[in-house]
Every structure is written in structure tokens, then in C-alpha cells.
């Protein structure tokens, strides 16, 4: 009888220890989650922080360019002007005139009746 009582002495001895341990690494676990909670708050902050200065920015940015687009209007109607008397030029520039058109086809015409 004193060996079955040595037996569940021992058995709750090691019980205890398991425990023990146990207990320990759940501490060690809620410490190890409360530090990553605290963390992932950090985070939020900082993607909180970021969208609002994205978003600031955006709307800056947008305004900006409402602003200006009654300006880009008129740029691209000056551009387009522009543009049209560069062709215009170049065409007129290169351009055989009318009167040495038709005095070369005559010429070639006379030569082939010959």
C-alpha cells in the first residue's frame, strides 16, 4: 500500500510539473500575442496615417488639374492652330506650282503627239 501511495505521489508530482510547464507557456503565449496586438495597432496607424495623406494628395492633385483645364483647353486649340499652319507651310514649301505643272504637262504632251 505505501508503494501505490509512493506511485500516486510520484504520478502527481509529475502532474504538477506538467502543469506547471504548461501554465508557463501559456504565460509566454498571451505575452508573445499582446506584443504582436500591440504591433499590428502600430501598423494600422501608420496605413491609416498613409491613406490619408494619399488621399489629401489625390485631392489636392484633382483640384489642381480642374483648375487647369480650362487652360489645357486653350493650349491644345493653339497647339492644334499650330500645328495645322506647320502642315500648311510645309506643303505650300514643297509643293510644285500650278504654272510649272501645266507648262510641263503641255511639253510632254506636244512630245508625244510628236
Given at each position: 500500500m505505501s508503494d501505490q501511495i509512493n506511485q500516486t505521489n510520484q504520478k502527481d508530482a509529475i502532474q504538477d510539473q506538467e502543469i506547471a510547464l504548461l501554465k508557463h507557456r501559456i504565460d509566454d503565449t498571451e505575452e508573445l500575442a499582446e506584443e504582436l496586438?500591440?504591433?499590428?495597432?502600430?501598423?494600422e496607424k501608420w496605413v491609416w496615417g498613409a491613406g490619408a495623406v494619399i488621399s489629401a494628395a489625390v485631392t489636392i492633385l484633382g483640384l489642381a488639374m480642374a483648375a487647369d483645364a480650362r487652360t489645357f483647353e486653350k493650349e491644345e486649340m493653339t497647339v492644334g492652330v499650330l500645328t495645322q499652319k506647320i502642315r500648311q507651310y510645309?506643303?505650300?514649301k514643297?509643293?510644285?506650282?500650278?504654272?510649272?505643272?501645266?507648262k510641263n504637262a503641255l511639253k510632254e504632251w506636244e512630245l508625244w503627239q510628236q
Open positions: 496586438r500591440l504591433r499590428v495597432r502600430k501598423l510645309e506643303a505650300e514643297e509643293r510644285t506650282p500650278v504654272e510649272d505643272v501645266l
